[in-house]
């Protein structure tokens, strides 16, 4: 069942089992995975998107059209996690929230896309790092959100260092930085949660509010 978006070919939720996590660290990552899951499944279509675009030279499509298969086993997997931890309370705000956001990032060229899609990933990649902070290493949680961080950072350098080729720096951080912007409003919809798993959320949205270095390295 989609979160967000409905997918032609979506894979079915991996299984996983969130039994190994204390009841408050489950219930509070039952609310903030579906945001994730919304971003995994946006990020699919993207940049499957991106990598049909003909300006796109045949290893830089190629390259996109792994990291659309990669996101596809992400959203899997989240559903798989999501299955087995408590439900959220009312997940249609956030949901909503993200899905708005997603479709107005996806309204711009390739050169924006791609810069504001690394800066979205890099931004998954500073929640699920203060995330997995909070959770026992050892559970099959941390396992899986361990494999999407890997995977997501990896991301951003290819993404990243596409964009670079493509457009001029100044205005892809630009857009990187409108990105996490508009993803930093809508984790105020499950700040609560966040703090339930120890990550305070002030301080997650000030950090988020800054790009990385080296986002746009060529």
């Known amino acids: 069942m ?3 978006f409905v997918r032609r070919g979506a894979l079915a939720p991996l299984g996983a089992t969130a039994a190994d996590l204390p009841a408050a660290t489950a219930a509070a990552l039952g609310e903030v995975l579906p945001l994730l899951g919304c971003g995994e499944e946006a990020a699919s279509l993207a940049f499957a998107a991106m990598a049909a675009n003909r300006r796109l030279a045949p290893a830089a499509a190629a390259a996109l059209a792994a990291i659309a298969r990669d996101e ?3 959203d899997a997997l989240l559903k798989g996690l ?5 439900a959220p309370a009312d997940p249609e705000p956030v949901l909503a929230a993200a899905q708005a956001m997603h479709v107005s990032l996806g309204r711009t060229l390739i050169t924006g896309r791609l810069a504001r899609v690394a800066g979205l990933d890099s931004a998954v990649c500073l929640i699920l790092a203060r995330v997995l902070r909070r959770l026992p290493a050892a559970s099959d949680t941390a396992r899986v959100l361990r494999r999407i961080h890997a995977d997501e950072a990896r991301h951003v350098a290819i993404a990243g260092n596409i964009a670079a080729g493509m457009g001029v720096m ?3 951080k630009d857009e990187a930085a409108h990105a996490r912007a508009l993803l930093v409003a809508v984790i105020g919809h499950v700040g609560a949660a966040f703090d339930g798993l120890g990550v305070e959320p002030d301080r997650l949205r000030r950090d988020l509010a800054r790009l990385p270095a080296g986002l746009f390295a060529a």
Not at 82 to 86: I, K, M, R, Y
């Open 72 to 74: 596809a086993q992400h």
């Open 82 to 86: 999501l299955a087995a931890l408590p």
């Open 170 to 172: 100044t205005a892809l």
């Open 2 to 4: 989609p979160l967000c």
